[in-house]
């Protein structure tokens, strides 16, 4: 079952912070986060793993809470090239089984 | 950087011909994925391969669908019989562990245009 992705799409001017929520109705194992350019493959951002231990990008945070089943991914600072479309991607299963992905958040950073 | 390649990044075909899409997955990675994503909305799980068997698809991949690792380097899709319904691009995806808690290393994408 896919996760969910909150909002679908926002508008920032560069400098601001933006927020990106990803729920899933089932326990999560972990949580991975990618930007999609347009046109473009899908990059790796973060992985969160249940516990706590997160592996990724140096500019962008996120959290994970586990007991909600949440995971949020925190933008700051905006610039142009944060520019895209942020997919959330849980285990397909549980534990360790291929991933599946939210429908996308789109992120517009405009100077 | 190590990355996934994918041949060709366009193939037109007409409605009830075979495709072969490929890939060629990063070196070392033992974990192999199809992914496909129709114009403008979410990335959908297709299939996974390890170990020269599926061992998880959806309910997207069908009797149509297959998947080979022909020699040490190639992974390909085969879509036996195409629908216009199977426009879309197509990511082959790799990792070094079991895809929960490995990233994965996606390539550029085949777009799988049938007419």
């Known amino acids: 079952q896919q996760p969910v992705q909150s909002p679908q799409a926002v508008i920032l001017r560069e400098g601001e912070d933006a927020v990106i929520n990803c729920s899933s109705s089932?326990?999560?194992?972990?949580v991975h986060w990618y930007r999609q350019k347009h046109g473009e493959a899908p990059v790796f951002l973060m992985i969160?793993?249940?516990?706590?231990e997160q592996k990724g990008h140096e500019k962008i945070s996120a959290s994970f809470n586990e007991k909600k089943q949440q995971s949020s991914l925190y933008l700051t600072a905006s610039q142009l090239s944060y520019s895209g479309t942020y997919f959330c991607?849980?285990?397909?299963?549980?534990?360790?089984?291929?991933?599946?992905f939210g429908k996308g958040t789109r992120l517009s950073v405009i100077a | 950087e190590p990355e996934v390649t994918q041949t060709p990044s366009h193939q037109v075909t007409q409605m009830g011909q075979e495709v072969i899409l490929r890939c060629v997955p990063i070196?070392?990675?033992?974990?192999f994925y199809w992914y496909r994503q129709i114009l403008g909305q979410k990335v959908e799980f297709l299939v996974s391969?390890?170990?020269?068997?599926?061992?998880?698809k959806s309910e997207i991949f069908d009797d149509q669908f297959s998947v080979e690792r022909p020699d040490g380097s190639n992974f390909t899709l085969k879509i036996r019989s195409t629908k216009l319904e199977d426009s879309a691009m197509y990511f082959c995806?790799?990792?070094?562990?079991?895809?929960?808690?490995?990233?994965?290393?996606f390539g550029n994408g085949t777009r799988l245009t049938v007419t």
């Open positions: 991607g849980t285990p397909r299963n549980s534990g360790n089984t291929p991933l599946v």
């Open positions: 995806a790799s990792s070094d562990d079991k895809g929960a808690h490995s990233p994965l290393h």
């Open positions: 089932k326990a999560l194992y972990s």
């Open positions: 070196s070392n990675h033992l974990y």
């Open positions: 391969f390890y170990n020269n068997e599926i061992s998880e």
């Open positions: 969160l793993l249940k516990g706590g």
